[in-house]
């Protein structure tokens, strides 16, 4: 009887993974939306205060994240949808005290925040606006795009990042995906990744493929699938 049960519970919670996943896919193929930015801006603001907290399961994928961007001494970085600046301290190791990091961001409160912590790092500057508006550095030397499905879902947004970075110039992005259909485990890890993403995109299209439209603004674009396939880290360059 107990084995009975326990068989009946697995199966159950395996149903109701694949039913949730399948109809936010359902929902995403049948009505793909755009990212709504009145929406960001509301969700942002809201957990702008506790956006540390409630992120800190991330920071070792963060950091996986800048650390695939090949930075040197003296560089410019553009970092697109940089939240409340969690990747700043790593940026302005990379690029030394003779570099600049430009963190974008179109949330006042999660700017604000980003502010505060850019004051002790020299170097480190907050633009508090959309990505497609933002007044960005003519030819950085490298983009970073962490946790910003959003704007990695937006071609206005991606052009105009894309044509402020320097022929040659490295973009590298990253965050949360569908995991395939196929692997072992993917309903319950993908009901997972809708869980904890919810709150933070405000569109699930593209999110089997994140990177897709950025990949045809980028030569040598290189995939990786981390987390079990449920995350991803893409890097290329500018042509």
């Excluded at 970073?144 to 894309?162: N, Y």
């Amino acid at each position: 009887m107990v084995v009975r049960e326990l068989t009946t519970a697995a199966g159950a919670c395996r149903r109701a993974a694949s039913g949730a996943l399948g109809m936010a896919r359902r929902t995403a193929g049948l009505h793909p939306a755009p990212p709504d930015r009145a929406r960001a801006l509301a969700r942002y603001g809201a957990v702008a205060p506790d956006y540390d907290a409630l992120t800190a399961g991330g920071d070792a994928y963060r950091r996986r994240t800048v650390d695939r961007l090949p930075l040197r001494a003296g560089d410019v970085v553009l970092d697109v949808g940089c939240g409340t600046g969690l990747n700043f301290a790593a940026l302005t190791r990379a690029v030394g005290p003779g570099g600049r990091v430009v963190g974008v961001e179109q949330c006042p409160a999660m700017a604000a925040r980003a502010r505060e912590r850019a004051e002790a790092m020299p170097g480190v500057s907050v633009l508090a606006a959309p990505a497609e508006e933002a007044d960005l550095p003519r030819d950085a030397d490298a983009a970073l795009l962490c946790g910003t499905h959003d704007i990695l879902r937006s071609p206005r947004a991606l052009e105009h990042v894309v044509a402020h970075v320097r022929p040659g110039g490295h973009v590298v992005a990253g965050g949360a995906k569908w995991a395939p259909w196929w692997l072992p485990g993917a309903g319950p890890l993908n009901l997972w990744t809708w869980h904890v993403n919810r709150r933070y995109v405000t569109t699930f299209e593209g999110f089997d493929r994140p990177w897709s439209r950025l990949a045809p603004l980028l030569d040598d674009l290189e995939v990786e699938e981390v987390m079990y396939g449920g995350g991803f880290i893409a890097a290329g360059r500018r042509g």
